[in-house]
């Protein structure tokens, strides 16, 4: 496995990686498939302390994370959102691990940046596990907050202070 900084040329794969929780689950509570041009100008606005990776694996993308802004207030450019994805044929294989720690050092080294949040659909029992093998700290649940597969979801707030 080879973890790196995402390009252009995975956008493909990326796409369908996040497509497929669109339209199979809930880590995402975004009710309609993006579009190759939605992710084209998702890539362009990660620059700077803002950064997609990817897990390759015998040529194939694997997986995401991204450390996206938070809120768009200035206060908050401190702050980053983390999200990871891992391909349904490529879960359980230590993916998600490897990009969190990668991703995680990445936002260490970047002296701009304090805290990373990861907002979790409740019941993403592996996420939750994930978030807290890397110290994330639970910061409290909002409560049908989004509505998909017919019905109404909470969302679970981690925190990390670098």
Not at 116 to 134: M, P, Q, R, W, Y
């Amino acid at each position: 496995m080879i973890i790196r900084k995402a390009e252009e040329r995975d956008l493909p794969e990326i796409l369908e990686i996040y497509n497929y929780e669109v339209l199979n689950g809930v880590a995402t509570l975004d009710l309609h498939e993006k579009t190759l041009q939605d992710r084209e100008y998702w890539f362009h606005k990660h620059t700077g302390s803002h950064i997609i990776i990817v897990a390759e694996i015998d040529g194939k993308i694997g997986g995401y994370a991204s450390l996206s802004p938070y809120r768009e207030k200035e206060a908050y450019k401190s702050t980053v959102e983390l999200s990871i994805y891992v391909g349904a044929e490529f879960r359980r294989q230590g993916i998600a691990k490897a990009l969190m720690r990668e991703i995680l050092e990445i936002a260490r080294k970047d002296k701009s940046l304090h805290t990373v949040v990861s907002v979790i659909t409740s019941g993403n029992e592996a996420s939750e596990k994930l978030h807290k093998a890397f110290d994330f700290k639970y910061c409290g649940t909002l409560r049908e907050v989004g509505f998909k597969n017919g019905s109404f979801r909470d969302i679970d707030n981690f925190e990390l202070i670098l």
